[in-house]
């Protein structure tokens, strides 16, 4: 009768508790593959950025920046990389 008791005032709550009131989170994951090529002429140097998204969660405003010899550039504001999907930035500059 004491086992009983112990269930019903004491584990029962608890797992009541637990079954009804915890909400289970759900985390998508980010997993972002990135390609960097990089060409160069006498006067231009051209970087090019491939992004992928090989997560299950979509990915949101994405944007690249780049250390080229001191200068930061920054490319446009992606909002938006589904999972599966690629991107592309692409900078240039003149030496």
């Known amino acids: 009768m004491r086992k009983n008791r112990y269930f019903q005032y004491g584990l029962l709550p608890i797992l009541w508790f637990i079954l009804f009131c915890v ?6 994951i980010l997993k972002i593959q990135t390609q960097t090529t990089i060409e160069t002429t006498d006067t231009q140097l051209k970087i090019t950025v491939a992004l992928t998204n090989e997560g299950t969660d979509i990915a949101y405003n994405l944007q690249v920046h780049l250390n080229l010899f001191g200068t930061i550039l920054d490319s446009a504001l992606k909002p938006q990389l589904d999972p599966g999907g690629s991107g592309t930035f692409v900078f240039e500059k003149k030496c």
């Not at 909400?23 to 998508?28: D, N």
């Open 23 to 28: 909400t289970p989170s759900f985390a998508g």
